[in-house]
């Protein structure tokens, strides 16, 4: 072996990598390019300025109340992403399995569940072939964070559903969000939607929007700047595209609340039942 073939098994260190959207970002428009827009300086970078208290105070305890008040025990976090939600649920007394597409994502929740003394039970998975991956049939599905809008092609979306709801038990459920996407096509977003998390640390706004591409970019106070690509989900379309994969209802919850202006929420929360 000579001195530059050195064998590690750790995690390449990609912290100086940066984002690669080509000559022209907004003709990036694939599912699977999510594995290279989660580059560790964004990651981490999110997650030192992302308070988790803070989060966790502003979703309150919405996801908890909802998996009990259905009597669930059994939680897969399908795009657990650092791990805020599985950590949270954990802490509730939830059994959570965390599962991500991204590796660096799968490590650093694992790794933030740990400082908090909590051990995760981590899968890496792609939900195009989830039950490939994973064992036995869960009481409820969480894929949060407005995650499932990574999905570009509607064959993809269909098939993550299916997998989905092939990994729930008999009356399952599947909790998932997304931005109030109708608002910043139908209405725009120079005026009223530009989106802040805790406070002003990070800007997230739209940079390019059309049917079929939400291009946000993510700003952090020392000026660095991270994008990501994503597929605009009409709130109807995704409703819809539920109940044809299976799931028998569908509700709606705009900002956390059953009742709603359509162009008001920030974000949109479905509960998909299966019986
Ligand atoms: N749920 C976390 C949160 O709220 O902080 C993370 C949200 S992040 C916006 C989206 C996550 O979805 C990323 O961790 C990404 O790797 C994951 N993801 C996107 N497409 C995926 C796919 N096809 N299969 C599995 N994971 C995927």
């Not at 995760?120 to 409820?140: P, Q």
């Not at 499932?148 to 299916?162: C, G, I, P, Q, V």
């Not at 997230?204 to 952090?220: C, G, I, K, V, W």
């Not at 539920?242 to 956390?256: A, I, L, P, S």
Request: aromatic share 12%; hydrophobic share 35%.
């Amino acid at each position: 072996m000579t001195s530059d073939q050195q064998i590690t098994t750790e995690r390449p260190n990609n912290d100086t990598q940066t984002q690669d959207f080509g000559d022209n970002p907004i003709e990036v428009r694939e599912t699977d390019h999510y594995q290279e827009e989660y580059i560790r300086g964004f990651v981490e970078k999110w997650d030192d300025l992302i308070d988790w208290n803070a989060r966790a105070r502003s979703e309150g305890q919405f996801f908890i109340d909802m998996l009990k008040a259905r009597g669930k025990k059994t939680v897969l976090d399908v795009a657990c992403g650092t791990g805020f939600h599985s950590v949270q649920l954990l802490k509730a007394g939830f059994d959570v399995t965390s599962v991500d597409g991204s590796a660096e994502m799968v490590a650093k929740a694992f790794e933030n569940a740990r400082d908090r003394n909590l051990m995760l039970k981590t899968v890496h998975s792609d939900w195009r072939w989830l039950n490939r991956d994973i064992v036995g049939k869960f009481d409820a599905i969480i894929c949060l964070g407005n995650s499932f809008t990574h999905l570009f092609k509607e064959e993809d979306r269909r098939r993550a559903l299916a997998e989905f709801y092939a990994a729930l038990k008999h009356d399952g459920i599947l909790i998932l969000d997304q931005r109030n996407y109708d608002a910043i096509l139908d209405v725009g977003y120079d005026s009223k939607h530009k989106y802040y998390y805790c406070g002003d640390k990070v800007t997230a706004e739209p940079a390019h929007m059309d049917n079929s591409l939400a291009r946000f970019r993510y700003t952090f106070p020392d000026g660095s700047e991270y994008y990501l690509n994503m597929f605009p989900l009409r709130k109807a379309y995704m409703r819809n595209l539920m109940k044809e994969v299976g799931f028998q209802r569908v509700n709606t919850y705009g900002d956390f609340q059953e009742t709603f202006d359509e162009h008001d929420p920030d974000f949109l929360v479905h509960i998909a039942d299966k019986t």
